[in-house]
């Protein structure tokens, strides 16, 4: 039951000077599914004067140094050797921009680069591509200083722009007037041809301001999960929450203190935004992705191969390796599986194939909790967990086929919650794989080496176990009863082959 290793190489450490805030990230190392140790932010607001002063501020200047002294200390801290510095709109736009970059560069000791707009928006557009699964329609990074805007499909990034529309712009250019900022607002997005072609496809939200917008959805709504990568908005409902948004002062939003006292003004300008992308656009629907410039300059520094792989199924299999019994034993269930799957005649899409496979790798991290505990731990941690490339209904056949693995496909508690999440479709799945895996480790105690010689397969209408040779002492009335349970979802009858 040794546990395997991950080698994911030395940390590496993302600082980046925003008009807004000022950020640190420290990723474990340089992969496809990026894994933060460290996360630290602090609202400098740098670019709150840039629009009418063409400076950044005094004072937001000196708050930003202390937090890169700080910040620089903290990578010595964590032994890191590579800090990559990246800075957007507010030190490109301001006159004494170049010479705060010099500053920093030295206290940080590396370069930073001030990323042009079409770099931003690159690189914007490239988080989503490493965040979000075969992503297709407009990405929209909404910072202090500006808002790019990109058309996605796949890893293809076609037209984009950048506009000086971020919430510290919109301040300082309306003079704090909402009535002004919207015919700003108004003006800038009427003159991009290309955002009709957004049209019924999906607005990727990207920025601190939009999740935390997406932050006080969550809160006011009740909804069963606080991850905010790919949370999802109709758009009609992101319409009229914005408006509200708008139109309300921020200390009479209920909810309200689930969002930091110095984001708060800002709201009410990324939801203006929002509200007229949606006007403009006319978007499917809004999905949030917590991935924007940081992680789009990672994934621009991987090799061709890496960039290739699923960054959900990494993910899955780093946490399998990490916290199973037996890691060889899920990538043994993901090929037993495949196996009932192929002779059953059952539909299975490409994506259906790879959160099955997923779930596979995840099927035993919750060993360690006791019995009774496994299946609630093990659903709180999938659901929770920092994924990326998956959806939340994907996200809850995940989390609901560990949970039926571990308490039986009968029982409901405490699911109910995540429940609300899945559709009909991903309820039946996830009870079916759970049924399976009930199967494969009371047959295999977990371990690999059994399953490859046990096949589960539908033959002549009947679903067969087969347990050859010195395996036949495998059978028990209890795996029989296990079996006749995926027996009874599929409608087929069962049978223990032991010659």
Known sequence: MAQGRLDHGPPVAVIDIGSNSIRLVVYEGLTRSPAPIFNEKVLAGLGREVQSTGLLAADAVEKAIDTLRRYRALCDTLKVKTVLGIATAACRDARNGAAFIAQAERICRTRIEVASGRREAQLSALGVVSGMHNPDGLVGDLGGGSLELIDLKGRRIRSGVTLPLGGLALQDISRRSMHKAQAFVAGALGRVDFLKAGRGRTFYAVGG?????????????????RVMHGYRMSTQEALKFCRLVRRTRPDKIAQIEVISSARRPLLGYAALVMEHIIRTVRPKDIVVSALGVREGLLYSLLDPAERARDPLITAARSLNILRSRAPAHGEELIRWTDGFMESSGLRES??????RHAACLLADIGWRAHPDYRGEQSLNIISNADFIGIDHPGRAFLALSVYFRHAGIANEQPSPRIREIASRHHLEGARLLGALMRVAYIVSASMPGVLPHAPLRVVRGRLVLRLPGEFAALASERVAGRLRQIGRLIGRPTHIATD
């Not at 301001?209 to 999960?225: E, K, N, S």
């Not at 490409?350 to 959160?355: C, F, G």
């Open 209 to 225: 301001a939009w999740r935390a917008l997406a932050h006080l959805h969550i809160a006011r709504t009740g909804y069963p999960l």
């Open 350 to 355: 490409a994506e259906d194939r790879r959160l």
